[in-house]
């Protein structure tokens, strides 16, 4: 059974702060691997994809992956209140595995 | 550029009736999924196609759940007859191909009462 595994929250985060959030995944075979922000009664919204070990930056993101140890974290950086949602990962080997996500609170 | 379409946005139907999803993909994008989502829990795959096959429909409730993509592009998911446990939010999404991002649609939420 492929799994993605994501600490379910809340996490709770002052504002202008580092936001961590983790996620480890069983497929040793994965290839790609996606951060979604989901904000209530909103469809998933795409805002990091990275595809080799190492650290990827866009912004105040900055996604970084592990293949060894199995794991992708996000840190969003000088944090904000509209950071607040909850954060989906997904990993894909010839299919996309979800976890259940993150809820993210960012306290003003 | 036009992102994912699906209609209607809301449905609230009664028990036992049956119900239909459209959705339209992103230009160009091979791959359309349609997923399930409850409060609290990710996406779970009903059917993911390429072009027009149906290449992982394992989870789809197949005595009362249908879907089709005719032509590869635009698809309909069906529910009939429905029941109380199916209310939740039906997201199509699609991407260029099966191991890149996948971009969604606005979703239909669906009660069923």
């Known amino acids: 059974q492929k799994e993605v595994e994501q600490n379910s929250g809340p996490l709770s985060v002052p504002e202008g702060a580092i936001a961590s959030l983790n996620c480890t995944y069983s497929d040793r075979g994965s290839q790609s691997f996606f951060w979604y922000r989901q904000y209530s009664g909103k469809s998933p919204e795409l805002i990091m994809s990275i595809y080799s070990n190492g650290d990827k930056e866009d912004g105040r993101f900055t996604a970084q992956l592990n293949k060894a140890s199995q794991y992708v974290s996000l840190l969003i950086r000088d944090s904000q209140p509209s950071d607040s949602a909850t954060y989906l990962c997904a990993v894909n080997n010839y299919q996309l595995i979800w976890g259940a996500g993150t809820k993210l609170i960012i306290k003003p | 550029e036009a992102g994912v379409v699906q209609s209607p946005r809301y449905k609230i139907i009664e028990k036992k009736q049956p119900v239909a999803f459209w959705c339209n993909p992103i230009?160009?994008?091979?791959?359309l999924y349609w997923y399930r989502q409850n409060l609290g829990q990710g996406p779970e795959l009903l059917i993911r196609y390429e072009n027009e096959e149906a290449v992982d429909d394992s989870q789809l409730p197949k005595d009362r759940f249908s879907a089709e993509r005719l032509k590869g592009v635009d698809s309909t998911l069906k529910i009939q007859p429905a029941e109380l446990g199916d209310s939740a939010v039906y997201l199509c999404?699609?991407?260029?191909?099966?191991?890149?991002?996948?971009?969604f649609g606005q979703g239909t939420r669906l009660t069923v009462v």
């Open positions: 230009s160009g994008h091979n791959t």
């Open positions: 999404a699609s991407s260029p191909r099966g191991d890149t991002e996948a971009f």
